[in-house]
């Protein structure tokens, strides 16, 4: 005698992937900035001069030198230092990172040993950039931009990025960063 069975599912809903969800920055630039402006960082315990803050779960990083990691490797007499940036992507979400600069409002990509400025997406009312908030205008969440970000960060191809960065000069980066405003 041959009993049937019937199958039953071992969840109430079929599983399905969903991918990393940007955490929703609010509509005023100067509620972020207020929040986390000279707030710790967790590693250093200091003030950062270039602070940025992870989309995906808030936590404000140290873009300064203070807060790389360096590792001596064995095989070859070299040193890699690493970011605070690179390391925190790399445990939150994978290796790839988007963060916001507080310094410049501008929207950082981190990719593995690559970095890049994707844009902002914060502006002004009159739907202008103040990059490196040189203007001192109020500056509000444009959800056109928002989903091109999430619209790039779900595609992994980054159009709006023009120019990615090697973390083996973060200085570089950081200059980049500082300086973002000259290269509209």
Request: proline share 4%; hydrophobic share 35%.
């Amino acid at each position: 005698m041959f009993h049937q069975f019937q199958l039953q599912p071992c969840v109430s809903q079929p599983l399905a992937w969903k991918p990393r969800r940007i955490l929703r920055p609010p509509t005023n630039f100067e509620d972020l900035f207020a929040r986390y402006y000279h707030r710790e960082c967790m590693k250093c315990s200091k003030s950062p001069l270039n602070p940025i803050i992870c989309l995906f779960c808030g936590e404000l990083l140290c873009l300064d030198d203070c807060c790389q990691t360096t590792q001596q490797h064995a095989s070859a007499d070299r040193i890699t230092h690493t970011s605070e940036m690179e390391s925190h992507a790399e445990c939150c979400s994978s290796s790839s990172g988007l963060f916001i600069s507080l310094t410049s409002s501008m929207i950082l990509v981190s990719r593995g040993r690559q970095s890049a400025i994707w844009g902002t997406v914060y502006l002004d009312a009159h739907k202008e950039e103040d990059r490196n908030l040189k203007r001192g205008k109020p500056l509000y969440l444009c959800e056109t931009r928002l989903r091109w970000l999430e619209y790039d960060w779900a595609d992994q191809e980054w159009q709006r990025v023009y120019q990615w960065y090697s973390m083996f000069h973060s200085n570089v980066f950081i200059n980049s960063i500082r300086d973002c405003h000259l290269h509209q």
